[in-house]
């Protein structure tokens, strides 16, 4: 590998980030618009479509909820949406659109796809092409690639009102934000990009086989779809959830390197944005930036540390004088810098696509993913998710630092009291408990001993990634893990519902706390709360508060993984 | 108020001691949850040791289990000493409260203990007063020497704003009858008493939200350790439960847990020695929070007196003349205003100061005249107000002379200052201009307020005129000119409503309802029953301008607690490289390439943590009961001073702790 190629690498990680950075103002604008729910130019066309949803439903959007009402309502359209899917992928066999003729889900497998899908995880522990009718793909889960986003910012949006508002019980209305999210920001988004995914050849029609004939005079099938319209959600809402079973790493899903690029852009637009709405909504966009900067910095150490390792390539194929990047499990279209930058976006953001196997980076490559994973999905993050998962680190480290300047602690104008601190923590337990908690379950039991491919450490980490993943909502596989047996799928399911709504409740509860708190101006002896000197105290806080704690696991995995490997050991 | 006498003397540590070990019951244990956490980790170890099989070594073990007993009792003992502080300031206060006995008005003794609230009770000089009360009749001087370390008597009359007596303090002359108002051991001095000592401090809401947080890590650092053993098998290996157990103990956050309770009680004490009484930690929290600090201009942004300042004639008089005229006039003048015109003729016109002469009949002053003067056998000078001046010499104040005076009066009060007219033998000669003098130093001081970021508003019963001209010079932020106590309550309240925290001082009882309402009320000990009531602070000194003192109190206790809750987390890091590879050597030997600090074995290593880990509370101790030291600089400089001290510090520190003991470790053979 010569310095020139592993410079290179930099540069691409470098020009992203900073791509990322000049998205954050516009998509922040767009969305922050909706926050407001004020009328945009998209209204003269979409307009009567809302009002005609609200009609139907008997909805009024300007009845404000409390923090109960909002949690409520959300979770009762999340059990019936799980519902719903649970049915459409069970009764598959029966439903039309499936002129394949393929069966029903079994009803572990149908329970974890459902969960998966409706807490904006995407976990495939199938093969989307070869398992799913083209009914069940759009109605039972591309749906959800929508509806799952939209919760996520709507969640987001509440726990900005807690910050903005003052001494008031109101964080707007679940259903209007839903709905305004849904119609004004990800379906014209994603008209847009599918179109332009088209034009750059990815199919979409309900046509679901191509009778291809090869050189050889042979007959080949290959499975089409609407894939360019599940493709445009699957990044923009961070949903990860792939029409084939390679995902972004399938041709179909991922024609060009030009593609590839757009798509992780796509996957940070919103995360990113969100960033620029929380400062607008709090009425300081340097409060926004700060959280931005901040992420990025997370971001660009993390990428540019799994580039170093898969440029270092494998030690093992070093003896055998096999030489350059590690190239296993990637796309010789992408190579392995865009690789490596792929696995970290969609790691950091809770999206989970994937265009190279994590499974097949070295060990220490393979670190990062996991770790970005295990850090919550706060570095950008997924769509809401990201945002609403990385302020409860900012109220955690005004909360541990903020007292030596002298104050009680106060975040954008909200004093953080014992109440905010008992949630902030409840939220934040729920990721140690069940990935950690649930790995240790995996790892001794027969039933998921089966699971992992490998033997010795790097099985460990197939386990500990699966959990990881499912935890965080982000649905990416290290793959090397046979999960779709009962065990997994149940256990798995498990992880994806608590690691969701035990964290959404209690940001819920935290915005409506700090909704009725008075608002306090700040002034000089007020925490800065922007800038360098907290942009550093936030990044130590989330190494310390969420990452030390998988540092025995991560010993164990990844870090074992590498040493024994260029020890030489072979499991 | 005696000053304690050094933190480690052996008459507060030898009793601490003693208390560290009551503390470790359980019921009060259990108050600290990660102390509570360690001592049941270090019992479970305790009892391992009889009928486990570790693998262990015995000598490593029962190090081991020693390390962890040391690491609770380090933590109560923190807590005990702080407790002694306290107590032992408490104990000067109570011991003049002891044996009190009251005589009622029917002239029969009974012990203080009985008093009820009501009851009538009488005090002649040389008593003590036996409890809290109001004076309802009759007039004396108190010392109150007892509280307040003051020997210089007060006064305390029935009616008006000093009729409040306090037990313990001793008549001097006359006789009082007083009603009393608190019960023996409810007075307010006995409820701070019972709060310095300790015994009925509850947490204060900040000592709770960070409790919970303490908690939650660790909840979380129990399971990142519990899924050990699990792991470990997967791997093929076993991790004794003593090791577990170690790195378990250095990572839950014992460090700032152990010292919390002794901070919160250190700030409260520090309070005392500066003889201020809170009546709730919550109070002296809040101190910290202040945005907005009320201050009377009198006696705290100005000197109580006002001075000469200059001499403005009228035309056709030599200011030598009235300079002359007005020396004489206030040579029997004893008050500060009369001395500073005294002065003044010295200064600028070089007169003597003559004894009053022989046969020279002073003037006084009266409430109903308001001039005062001197009459040397027919040569009268006289000074006073103005309209005063010219109603004693009603021919001169028909004459031009007087509309003269009437101008220049007029022109010094637009300047801020108080005109003081003088007349010799019904002649006006003109006009001395009081000024108000700023206290030394009290411009920087609101500069430093201002850099903390604490607006300041000056109370004022002057003009607007002339409270503008004072505020400009002293460089207060606003001010409430002609203000009434309902004109404060309004200021505050809608200081409140815009979201900040507001401080004031007061005496009187119509101060009661806006000591109330802020945040922070500081109630002068000479003030009325009423006011102290009201306040959450009593000053024994009764000086307002403490109130700026007390908020860098306050700023203090909670940078001391942030600064220690920062340390303890940031020392994790090198926690885990500590222990994690000496955990695991057995599992995967590569892993010694995270033993980053080279610590001799995996046994020394383990045991350096621990030992880090525990002798880390006592290290802290003198900064956790002296604070850390509060600079009035903005936020952000202190931020980024204490994140480099404490956070990067707390970093770095243990990496070279537990270096430097794991080499005594291996070099004594140790493990």
């Excluded at chain 1, 990416?476 to 608590?498: H, I």
């Amino acid at each position: 590998m010569t310095s020139a190629t592993l410079a290179s690498g930099f540069g691409l990680i470098l020009v992203f980030t900073a791509l990322v950075a000049l998205m954050a103002k516009p998509f922040g604008l767009w969305l922050f618009a909706v926050y407001e729910g004020r009328t945009t130019p998209l209204h003269r066309v979409l307009g009567p479509v809302e009002r005609a949803f609200y009609r139907v439903a008997g909805i009024n959007p300007n009845q404000e909820q409390d923090w109960r009402q909002y949690a409520v309502h959300l979770m009762l359209f999340q059990v019936v949406t799980v519902i719903f899917t649970y049915a459409v992928l069970r009764l598959q066999g029966s439903l039309p659109m499936n002129p394949r003729g393929l069966a029903g889900l079994s009803p572990d497998g149908a329970m974890n796809t459902a969960i998966a899908f409706v807490t904006n995880t995407n976990w495939q522990w199938y093969a989307g092409e070869t398992v799913l009718s083209n009914l069940s793909q759009m109605l039972g889960l591309t749906i959800h690639n929508f509806l799952s986003a939209a919760t996520g910012i709507a969640v987001a949006f509440a726990l900005f009102r807690g910050f903005a508002r003052a001494e008031t019980r109101h964080l707007g209305n679940f259903w209007a934000d839903l709905t305004r999210v849904t119609l004004y920001v990800l379906l014209p988004a994603c008209i847009v990009y599918a179109l332009y995914l088209v034009a750059s050849g990815v199919p979409q029609t309900f046509a679901s086989l191509i009778d291809a004939k090869t050189l050889e005079g042979a007959h080949q099938a290959i499975v089409v779809g609407p894939v360019a319209s599940q493709e445009a959600i699957k990044m923009l809402g961070t949903n990860g959830g792939g029409f084939y079973n390679a995902n972004s790493a399938h041709p179909f899903e991922n024609p060009t390197a030009l593609v590839d690029f757009v798509q992780m852009l796509s996957i940070f637009a919103l995360g990113a944005g969100l960033t620029y709405t929380f400062g607008k909504a709090v009425g300081n966009t340097r409060q926004g930036w700060a959280i931005l900067w901040a992420m990025l910095l997370l971001f660009v150490a993390g990428a540019s540390f799994a580039w170093w390792r898969e440029a270092a390539g494998n030690p093992m194929l070093h003896h055998l004088g096999v030489m350059g990047a590690n190239m296993e499990g990637k796309e010789v279209r992408f190579g392995a810098a865009a690789s490596a930058l792929f696995a970290a976006v969609t790691t950091a953001a809770s999206c989970g696509a994937v265009n190279a196997m994590h499974d097949s980076f070295t060990a220490l490559g393979g670190l990062v993913p996991l770790f970005n994973m295990q850090l919550g999905e706060i570095v950008i993050g997924g769509v809401g998710s990201g945002i609403y998962g990385f302020l409860l680190f900012a109220v955690l480290a005004v909360f541990l630092a903020g007292l030596m300047v002298g104050r009680t602690p106060e975040y954008v104008g909200k004093k953080v009291e014992a109440r905010e601190v008992k949630l902030a923590v409840l939220a934040i337990v729920i990721l140690p408990l069940c990935i950690l908690g649930l790995t240790a379950v995996a790892v001794v039991l027969p039933a998921g001993l089966a699971g992992p491919l490998a033997k010795g450490p790097h099985g460990f980490s197939e386990i500990l990634y699966a959990f990881t993943s499912a935890t965080a909502n982000n649905g990416s596989a290290f793959a090397g893990l046979t999960a779709g047996t009962p065990f997994y799928n149940g256990l798995l399911g498990v992880a994806m519902w608590l690691g969701r709504f035990l964290v959404v409740i209690p940001v819920l509860a935290i915005a409506g706390s700090l909704a009725s708190r008075k608002h306090t101006p700040a002034g000089p002896g007020s925490f800065p709360t922007t800038g360098g000197l907290w942009i550093g105290l936030l990044v130590a806080t989330i190494l310390i508060v969420g990452g030390l704690t998988f540092l025995p696991s991560l010993a164990l995995g990844p870090v074992a993984d590498h040493l024994t490997g260029a020890a030489g050991l072979l499991y | 108020m005696s000053q304690p006498t050094s933190m480690f003397s052996a008459e507060l540590v030898v009793p601490a001691l003693g208390g560290a070990l009551r503390k470790l019951h359980p019921a009060q244990l259990v108050r600290n949850p990660v102390l509570f956490t360690t001592a049941v980790v270090a019992l479970l170890l305790t009892v391992l040791l009889f009928v486990g099989h570790t693998g262990l070594s015995l000598g490593f073990q029962i190090q081991l289990i020693v390390w962890l007993w040391l690491t609770v009792l380090f933590g109560t003992f923190a807590e005990s000493l702080a407790e002694g502080r306290g107590r032992a300031q408490a104990a000067s206060l109570r011991a003049t409260r002891s044996d009190l006995v009251a005589r009622l008005p029917d002239g029969s003794k009974v012990s203080a203990a009985t008093l009820q609230k009501g009851a009538v009770v009488m005090v002649a000089a040389g008593e003590l007063i036996p409890a809290d009360g109001e004076v309802i009749a009759g007039v004396a001087s108190v010392n109150e020497a007892a509280i307040t370390g003051e020997s210089a008597p007060v006064i305390r009359e029935a009616g008006g704003d000093r009729s409040a007596v306090t037990a313990g303090t001793r008549v001097l002359s006359d006789e009082i009858t007083v009603r009393v108002t608190q019960e023996a051991g409810q007075g307010f001095l006995d409820r701070m008493i019972a709060l310095v000592e300790g015994a009925q401090r509850q947490k204060t809401p900040n000592e709770i939200a960070l409790t919970i947080l303490l908690v939650g890590l660790t909840i979380i650092f129990l399971i990142a350790v519990a899924t050990i053993p699990a792991f470990a098998r997967y791997a093929g290996g076993q991790i004794p439960v003593a090791v577990l157990a170690a790195l378990l103990i250095t990572l839950i956050p014992t460090t700032i847990a152990a010292l919390l309770s002794a901070i919160g009680i250190a700030g409260m004490d520090r309070l005392v020695q500066f003889n201020v009484l809170a009546k709730s930690g919550r109070a002296v929290e809040a101190a910290g929070d202040i945005d907005v600090l009320l201050l009377d201009k009198t006696g705290t942004i100005t000197v109580g007196d006002r001075q000469a300042s200059n001499f403005l004639p009228l035309t056709g008089t030599a200011p030598a003349t009235l300079a002359r005229a007005a020396l004489m006039a206030s040579l029997a003048d004893e008050t500060p205003e009369g001395r500073s015109i005294l002065r003044l003729a010295q200064e600028a016109h070089s007169l003597e100061v003559p004894e009053v002469p022989a046969g020279a009949e002073v003037i006084p002053f009266t409430a109903q005249t308001r001039i005062s003067g001197l009459d040397n056998n027919g040569h009268v000078v006289t000074k006073g107000a103005v309209d005063a001046i010219l109603r004693s010499v009603p021919d001169a104040a028909r004459g031009t002379a007087a509309a003269e005076l009437r101008r220049i009066a007029e022109d010094v009060a637009r300047q801020g200052q108080t005109p003081l007219a003088v007349a010799e033998n019904g002649t006006l000669l003109g006009i001395v201009a009081l000024k108000d003098v700023i206290k030394a130093g009290i411009r920087e001081r609101f500069a430093e307020l201002r850099k903390m970021g604490i607006r300041t508003v000056m109370i004022t019963g002057d003009n607007p005129l002339t409270a503008a001209a004072i505020a400009a010079e002293s460089g207060v932020d606003d001010f409430l000119a002609e203000a009434t106590p309902e004109d404060k309550l309004a200021l505050i309240r809608r200081e409140q409503q815009g979201g900040r925290l507001v401080a004031m001082c007061g005496d009187g009882t119509n101060d009661a309802p806006a000591l109330a309402q802020a945040d922070v009320g500081v109630a002068m000990n000479t003030g009325t029953q009423a006011a102290r009531e009201a306040g959450n602070m009593v000053d024994l000194d009764s000086d307002p301008t403490k109130l700026i003192e007390i908020v860098g109190l306050g700023k203090q206790l909670l940078m001391t607690r942030g600064a220690l809750t920062t340390f303890s987390v940031a020392n994790d890091v090198a926690k885990y490289f500590a222990i994690i590879p000496a955990m695991f050597l057995v599992l995967y030997p590569q892993l010694s390439v995270l033993n980053v600090m080279h610590l001799a074995t995996p046994q020394s290593a383990i045991l350096s943590a621990i030992m880090f880990n525990a002798l880390i509370i006592p290290a802290l101790v003198p900064l956790a009961l002296k604070g850390v030291r509060y600079r009035p600089v903005g936020a952000g400089a202190l931020l980024a001073r204490n994140l480099a001290v404490f956070g990067v510090g707390g970093l770095i520190a243990p990496f070279v702790g537990i270096k430097a003991i794991d080499m005594l470790v291996a070099a004594l053979h140790l493990a």
